[in-house]
């Protein structure tokens, strides 16, 4: 057993010489708005970094190579990486300790290893394609040409010492060109390769500078969203490879009015003033714009999302509330002090703070080896809160407001996966606990919601069973609107 690490400048590297150019791998911005958090590294990059540990076979070629996409790997952390070489096989594996990240299977025949013979650049796509549902049809063709890019390609193969690994350099173009047409024809934008099976002709000797690429859609499965491909590679005249593509597709998400279907409009909280922390995006969103539409002056916090505040601010505009942007970091004090006296300036009180803001939610295993992300995890999620209730705590006292916590209902029946979410959440739930009792003209209510319909899990597995935000919000601020006796010094608790 042994270790890898990728980094930022491997992913520009591999996305120069393939061509691939998938934003979840290259925009931190559009990746930030993933269930990831961050770029992920391509998954054929992480499967040539551990092609790269095995012993050269200079008097053999692939007859077959099989890898399994598993989980996301991201830049700057440690995986374990296991090998194993046998006379016709290898077999590599990436994991974060018990959790498979990528595995490959290559099996080998007596070959003569061949060259790509020329630097010739096709016409590619300039940007990784959006697709429908309705491009997925049975029988629906993509076909084209691709070239690698021969400098950074040559670049890509003395980074991870390729040569004469896993085959020969068309052997491994066939793997960034099916990095390709996954990210950027096939599904394209939305893509998660999941599998990628691939057979070698054993006649095939081309050495051209172009491939031919066809993909077939063989079966889409709407319900968890796996697009099933067979694909056939050719170089120069002849087939060089062709095999089976599996990737799963990620559907975009809009805004919805749920809210206003669940809770009609009204001026119930006329003059009343809110803000809520992480407030442009998914829950934050909804119950912003559910507050907004009962008369409600609703500060908006988020930190780089100003495209979807300013959408939600523009959506909201006939409502007998407003949205007021209040940009700035959850866990930066003085932003948040800025934002304080933005509040004070605005109408002088605050009759309730949401905290919503949370880091992405990854899995992880309580082992030594996820030990500084989980610790990582909690003091983040309890900075995104205790920074914005500090500033303000005193005052929604003032006003004898709602201090919301969004917890979540993991910390009644907690998730194998999520040791650190459950922790971080349990201990913003002492937090408020202890709020309760320091302010006791504050009233507290803790949110537990069931899966939502968000970012955080818009995988195609993650979105199954979960509920739209509109719904969860509407709930939410219904309960704050009914009149109810919370006891000074405790807690009130909504699990939806």
Request: with cysteine; hydrophobic share 45%.
């Amino acid at each position: 057993m042994s270790s890898i690490r990728f980094t930022n400048e491997d992913v520009a590297l591999f996305s120069e010489a393939s061509h691939d150019r998938n934003p979840l791998h290259l925009s931190g911005a559009y990746a930030r708005k993933s269930p990831f958090g961050q770029p992920v590294i391509f998954g054929a990059l992480a499967a040539l970094g551990g092609i790269g540990r095995l012993d050269p076979r200079p008097d053999s070629g692939p007859a077959r190579i099989d890898i399994e996409f598993q989980n996301p790997v991201f830049p700057d952390v440690e995986y374990d990486l296991s090998v194993q070489d046998d006379p016709d096989t290898s077999r590599v594996r990436l994991s974060d300790g018990r959790r498979p990240l990528v595995t490959a299977s290559i099996t080998y025949r007596p070959a003569v290893h061949g060259s790509m013979t020329s630097r010739v650049r096709a016409a590619l796509l300039p940007a990784a394609q959006l697709r429908e549902a309705s491009d997925f049809s049975k029988g629906r063709a993509v076909t084209g040409t691709w070239a690698f890019d021969r400098d950074a390609y040559d670049r890509l193969r003395d980074r991870w010492q390729l040569q004469e690994k896993g085959g020969d350099e068309r052997h491994q173009a066939a793997l960034l060109l099916a990095s390709y047409v996954v990210g950027m024809e096939m599904p394209g934008r939305q893509a998660l390769f999941s599998r990628l099976t691939l057979d070698f002709d054993p006649g095939a000797v081309s050495t051209g500078g172009e491939f031919e690429y066809r993909l077939e859609v063989v079966l889409y499965q709407p319900v968890v969203k796996l697009l099933i491909m067979r694909v056939e590679f050719r170089l120069g005249a002849q087939r060089f490879a062709s095999g089976e593509i599996r990737a799963f597709v990620r559907e975009p998400i809009e805004m919805s009015d749920a809210d206003a279907e669940a809770l009609p409009a009204g001026d119930a909280l006329q003059g009343k003033v809110a803000c809520v922390v992480g407030g442009s995006r998914g829950l934050g969103a909804a119950i912003s714009a559910a507050l907004a539409r009962q008369g409600c002056r609703v500060h908006v916090n988020f930190a780089k999302s100003l495209e979807e505040a300013e959408r939600l601010r523009d959506r909201l505009r006939g409502a007998s509330g407003e949205i007021i942007l209040a940009q700035g970091d959850a866990a930066d004090a003085d932003s948040w002090q800025r934002i304080r006296e933005d509040v004070v300036r605005d109408r002088g009180r605050l009759d309730m703070l949401v905290c919503n803001a949370c880091p992405p939610l990854l899995p992880l295993w309580v082992e030594p080896q996820a030990v500084p992300r989980i610790q990582e995890h909690v003091s983040q999620s309890v900075a995104v809160t205790l920074t914005p209730l500090a500033a303000l705590v005193e005052l929604l006292a003032e006003s004898s407001g709602w201090l919301v916590l969004i917890s979540s209902v993991a910390v009644r029946n907690p998730v194998a996966e999520w040791p650190h979410y459950v922790a971080a959440k349990g201990a913003l739930e002492a937090l408020v606990s202890t709020v309760a009792i320091e302010y006791p003209q504050i009233k507290c209510l803790i949110a537990r919601p069931s899966r939502l319909v968000t970012e955080l899990t818009n995988t195609p597995l993650g979105r199954k069973g979960a509920i739209d935000p509109g719904v969860a919000a509407a709930t939410l601020v219904q309960w704050v609107l009914t009149p109810r006796d919370v006891a000074a010094g405790r807690v009130a608790y909504l699990d939806f």
